[in-house]
């Protein structure tokens, strides 16, 4: 359990996380993931990354129970490790292709939004139940994977997107059987990986700097209001009837997987 890291073919390495039941991470998971996607980034023999999840989705955000029995520091820690892992991932010095299965709810979006590729399993799922877990951000992630109206909608109403609607918009490169998602992220790690290794590094700055949106700067100034829905009290009162209100859409369900974990940053 944890993140682990392998090297399955020469320029390629794989940070997989591996959070049971639901990959809702605890804060010292965002800084590992963080941590691991930066070590490969600076080691000259890496000219690709995938970032992927074991288990029954890619990932369901931050822990919600650890922030409920820690309280305001928790809530500090997970935001500030989501701003590292999401940053980590934009700022790798080499392209990440996100290898995405199950359910990719809050966090996720932001680790697959701010990747330079996503591989989906076609049981994929997209979203922010933000609002209905008393928290907000990474709506600056998500508007990368789709229009701004669609953005706005999907937000708004905590529904969510599938892999094949994404690919539509051409945030998903591939969509495949979830067995075959391995195998697929591998492919595409391989191409790029028989690029020149300092060309890849130059065109990933290049792409960077041309960014219409700054993504450090905007996520950080959603999570200004996150902090604000917490200070309220707001925040706490959406949690606390989120297990009576669970159930009435797709998007709230996830799987489940906001029974364990918060979808939220």
């Not at 980590?88 to 199950?102: D, H, I, L, S, T």
């Not at 590729?117 to 709506?139: K, Y």
């Not at 309220?232 to 009576?244: C, L, M, N, P, Q």
Request: proline share 5%; with cysteine; net charge negative.
């Amino acid at each position: 359990m944890g993140v682990s890291t392998s090297s399955p073919e020469k320029g390629i390495f794989v940070v997989t996380v591996d959070f049971p039941p639901v990959n809702a991470l605890p804060v010292r998971g965002w800084f590992e993931l963080a941590d691991a996607v930066r070590e490969a980034g600076r080691d000259p023999g890496v000219r690709c990354v995938v970032l992927a999840a074991a288990g029954r989705g890619f990932n369901a955000g931050v822990d919600i129970k650890e922030i409920q029995a820690a309280g305001r520091n928790a809530l500090i820690g997970a935001n500030h490790g989501c701003a590292a892992a999401f940053a980590a991932v934009y700022e790798c010095e080499v392209p990440v292709v996100a290898a995405v299965q199950g359910f990719c709810l809050g966090g996720g979006i932001g680790l697959a939004g701010n990747a330079d590729m996503i591989v989906a399993s076609d049981d994929a799922t997209f979203g922010l139940p933000e609002l209905d877990r008393g928290a907000l951000g990474a709506a600056t992630h998500l508007s990368r994977l789709v229009p701004q109206h669609l953005m706005r909608a999907l937000y708004y109403t905590s529904r969510t997107a599938t892999a094949a609607e994404l690919r539509a918009h051409g945030s998903v490169w591939r969509v495949v059987p979830r067995p075959e998602l391995p195998v697929a992220a591998l492919e595409l790690a391989r191409e790029i990986a028989a690029k020149d290794g300092r060309l890849i590094r130059l065109a990933k700055a290049a792409i960077n700097g041309i960014d219409p949106v700054d993504v450090r700067r905007s996520y950080r100034f959603e999570q200004g209001f996150t902090f604000e829905a917490n200070l309220s009290g707001v925040a706490d009162e959406v949690r606390d009837t989120f297990g009576k209100t669970e159930g009435k859409s797709g998007a709230q369900a996830g799987e489940q997987a906001g029974n364990e974990g918060n979808p939220g940053e």
